[in-house]
């Protein structure tokens, strides 16, 4: 759609321009102009960083990364271009690591940005005057994308209402300037979601996440009790019994890289040496056992006390404690695989 200037009984056309052609640079404007006014591609949200790098490992930035009054993350990425480029793929990457965050650390990345910006300023009060009641508890729980840039290409389009039917929070700003007698205008514009029927997608999200938690009364809650040759345990939730019955089968001498043949999925983390805590795991280069690929370790997805970790081969593993309705599946696998093992197990309802 183009922008008309109403002027003396009659529509001017005010001309359309780029921000390449304009000479408006990503970092050098953009990004310090949103930053100070980041409710024009997102209201209510808290700027806490820029230019974001602190992962161990990894030399990536986000541009700028806010948090909501509930305490959700936001990561912004920002680009001039009118295609977007591949910002969808890199603002996915960036909430996945920033969804490691915790309150803590939160803290102290917004005060690294207020001893830089508002020397003076105490960041945890801040914080907490910015956030809800309680909500400093569910700090990253959730994280959501705002991609910014001078248009979007239907690649960008088209992966962006595919994240958001998988319940991702993602969506587009469109900056689009104007020039008219020497005079810039910006024009800030949400495209997806589209404002208008935001409420009613949120609405609708919300009936589909209260049937879920209907589904949930219905879930199977059977415990099993494993037997093997040191006795039988206690009745034990499906996600322990499956890590009695993988520590087992290591204390036989097989190696997790092994036992990762059975699942389809990756379902042992490895790092290099014999390591004794969560935070020792959480500081080394972390693999995929299956892939051999890094990974940004997520602690809530696996079994990591100190008693839980698995030690083979001079090094430490981490095995997954998300297990659903295929359980009996894996175990009936793992026994077929490994007839000799004397493992069996007992369901409990």
């Given at each position: 759609?183009?922008?008309?200037?109403?002027?003396?009984?009659?529509?001017?056309?005010?001309?359309?321009?780029?921000?390449?052609?304009?000479?408006?640079?990503?970092?050098?404007?953009?990004?310090?102009?949103?930053?100070?006014?980041?409710?024009?591609?997102?209201?209510?949200?808290?700027?806490?960083?820029?230019?974001?790098?602190?992962?161990?490992?990894?030399?990536?930035?986000?541009?700028?990364?806010?948090?909501?009054?509930?305490?959700?993350?936001?990561?912004?990425?920002?680009?001039r271009t009118e295609d977007g480029?591949?910002?969808?793929?890199?603002?996915?990457?960036?909430?996945?690591?920033?969804?490691?965050?915790?309150?803590?650390?939160?803290?102290?990345?917004?005060?690294?940005?207020?001893?830089?910006?508002?020397?003076?300023?105490?960041?945890?009060?801040?914080?907490?005057?910015?956030?809800?009641?309680?909500?400093?508890?569910?700090?990253?729980?959730?994280?959501?994308?705002?991609?910014?840039?001078?248009?979007?290409?239907?690649?960008?389009?088209?992966?962006?209402?595919?994240?958001?039917a998988c319940s991702l929070d993602?969506?587009?700003?469109?900056?689009?300037?104007?020039?008219?007698?020497?005079?810039?205008?910006?024009?800030?514009?949400?495209?997806?979601?589209?404002?208008?029927?935001?409420?009613?997608?949120?609405?609708?999200?919300?009936?589909?996440?209260?049937?879920?938690?209907?589904?949930?009364?219905?879930?199977?809650?059977?415990?099993?009790?494993?037997?093997?040759?040191?006795?039988?345990?206690?009745?034990?939730?499906?996600?322990?019994?499956?890590?009695?019955?993988?520590?087992?089968?290591?204390?036989?001498?097989?190696?997790?890289?092994?036992?990762?043949?059975?699942?389809?999925?990756?379902?042992?983390?490895?790092?290099?040496?014999?390591?004794?805590?969560?935070?020792?795991?959480?500081?080394?280069?972390?693999?995929?056992?299956?892939?051999?690929?890094?990974?940004?370790?997520?602690?809530?997805?696996?079994?990591?006390?100190?008693?839980?970790?698995?030690?083979?081969?001079?090094?430490?593993?981490?095995?997954?404690?998300?297990?659903?309705?295929?359980?009996?599946?894996?175990?009936?696998?793992?026994?077929?695989?490994?007839?000799?093992?004397?493992?069996?197990?007992?369901?409990?309802?």
């Open positions: 759609m183009a922008l008309y200037k109403f002027d003396a009984g009659e529509l001017r056309r005010v001309e359309r321009r780029t921000m390449t052609d304009l000479k408006i640079r990503e970092r050098g404007d953009l990004q310090p102009l949103l930053m100070h006014q980041i409710d024009v591609v997102s209201p209510g949200t808290l700027v806490i960083s820029e230019e974001f790098s602190g992962w161990i490992g990894s030399l990536r930035r986000i541009d700028l990364l806010g948090i909501d009054p509930d305490g959700t993350l936001v990561v912004f990425e920002l680009k480029g591949h910002m969808d793929l890199q603002g996915i990457r960036y909430a996945a690591m920033a969804s490691l965050l915790s309150f803590k650390e939160v803290v102290g990345v917004y005060a690294a940005h207020l001893a830089k910006h508002q020397p003076g300023e105490e960041a945890e009060s801040l914080l907490r005057e910015h956030l809800e009641p309680g909500s400093d508890a569910e700090v990253a729980a959730k994280v959501r994308i705002v991609l910014v840039s001078g248009d979007f290409g239907p690649e960008i389009t088209t992966t962006v209402l595919w994240l958001r993602i969506r587009c700003v469109r900056l689009v300037p104007y020039e008219d007698g020497g005079s810039i205008y910006l024009d800030a514009q949400q495209i997806i979601p589209i404002p208008e029927v935001a409420d009613y997608l949120l609405k609708l999200r919300e009936k589909e996440e209260r049937n879920e938690v209907a589904r949930q009364g219905e879930r199977d809650f059977t415990r099993f009790i494993v037997c093997h040759s040191g006795g039988r345990t206690v009745p034990l939730p499906k996600r322990r019994a499956m890590l009695e019955i993988i520590r087992t089968l290591v204390s036989q001498g097989h190696s997790p890289d092994e036992l990762q043949q059975v699942f389809q999925m990756n379902r042992f983390l490895v790092a290099e040496g014999m390591l004794q805590s969560e935070e020792e795991f959480a500081g080394k280069r972390v693999l995929t056992v299956r892939d051999d690929l890094p990974v940004a370790f997520n602690s809530r997805r696996y079994f990591t006390s100190e008693d839980q970790l698995i030690h083979f081969g001079g090094k430490t593993y981490v095995f997954s404690n998300q297990w659903g309705s295929k359980t009996r599946d894996a175990m009936k696998r793992i026994f077929d695989r490994y007839p000799q093992s004397g493992i069996t197990v007992e369901e409990v309802s």
